[in-house]
């Protein structure tokens, strides 16, 4: 079992965030230990115990990194080097979902980027093949820590998460589920994508993707855009505003599969000050692209 940056960790629907303040209630009482840390250049990680609610189990990857040092998102930008995340060593995880954190939207050597600086707690959503027998995390975790240049770091990290409905989890984990991006459907929620369609190919060939989204009270808006392997999609401009309390985001589209290619899955963020963000699954026809 092995997840990459780019790979399909689809929240929605799993039903994580009514569950916050379970895991909460859970870790008012003294946590169980967490993994040792693994100490790389300018950086280091560990695993985290989140307790467990409705036959899940949770847990957080801890990163911290020295002053003026960055790591990233799943999908890096126009720079910056994705996480690969490998749980094959595990035993008893039928499934482990990273829930991604909204990245900040920065520049490496003028190109934008999309990562955390100085510490993050990316939350995990871990299922257990035999919900009676405790889970062995194992992970190896490779990444990026940037600064003027970047360089790849590695982590072996295990953690294993006990069977018993009454363990208690860190804090920070539970704060972490909260804070994660809440899954809707399309148009679903005052904070929403509407649509996201291909558009037709415009002068020499150039392809973009629209994306339109409605923003309470007009707010200002971010949008992160994470796509399959093969696809390169270059980080959203500042929107267009459209009709009052709706922005269009215009995607460019750099590199695609070969030809054969006809759908376009895309994970989407979207955040804006003082909003819960949301995260949005869309499938996009793009057979018009090939023809």
Avoid at 54 to 69: C, K, P, Q, T
Avoid at 102 to 107: A, F, K, Q
Avoid at 153 to 161: E, G, K, P, Q
Avoid at 229 to 252: K, N, S
Wanted: hydrophobic share 45%; net charge positive; charged share 20%.
């Amino acid at each position: 079992m092995t997840l990459s940056a780019f790979g399909r960790c689809r929240a929605a629907r799993l039903g994580v965030f009514p569950l916050a303040a379970a895991l909460a209630a859970l870790a008012s009482s003294p946590a169980r230990a967490a993994s040792a840390w693994a100490t790389g250049l300018h950086a280091r990680a560990r695993l985290v115990p989140g307790g467990q609610a409705d036959g899940v189990r949770y847990a957080g990857l801890e990163i911290l990194l020295d002053r003026g040092f960055k790591t990233f998102w799943r999908d890096p930008g126009e720079a910056g080097m994705p996480p690969a995340v490998d749980w094959s060593a595990s035993r008893n995880a039928a499934a482990v979902d990273v829930l991604w954190p909204v990245p900040r939207r920065m520049t490496e050597a003028g190109d934008v980027v999309f990562g955390y600086e100085d510490r993050v707690v990316l939350p995990l959503r871990v299922v257990p093949a035999d919900p009676r027998s405790p889970v062995a995390l194992r992970l190896r975790l490779d990444y990026g820590v940037c600064n003027d240049i970047c360089i790849p770091v590695r982590a072996d990290l295990s953690l294993t998460l006990p069977a018993d409905t009454a363990a208690v989890g860190d804090p920070q984990v539970a704060e972490a589920v909260a804070a994660s991006p809440r899954p809707v459907r399309l148009g679903e929620g005052p904070l929403t994508v509407l649509g996201a369609v291909p558009e037709r190919p415009g002068l020499a060939g150039r392809l973009f993707v629209a994306v339109r989204v409605r923003v309470p009270s007009g707010d200002r808006a971010d949008l992160f855009v994470s796509a399959p392997p093969g696809w390169l999609l270059l980080p959203p401009p500042r929107p267009l505003p459209e009709a009052p309390g709706t922005v269009l985001f215009r995607i460019p589209v750099l590199e695609r599969p070969p030809a054969g290619a006809d759908r376009l899955p895309l994970s989407l963020i979207l955040a804006s000050p003082g909003q819960r963000p949301v995260t949005t699954e869309a499938n996009l026809d793009t057979r018009e692209w090939s023809r």
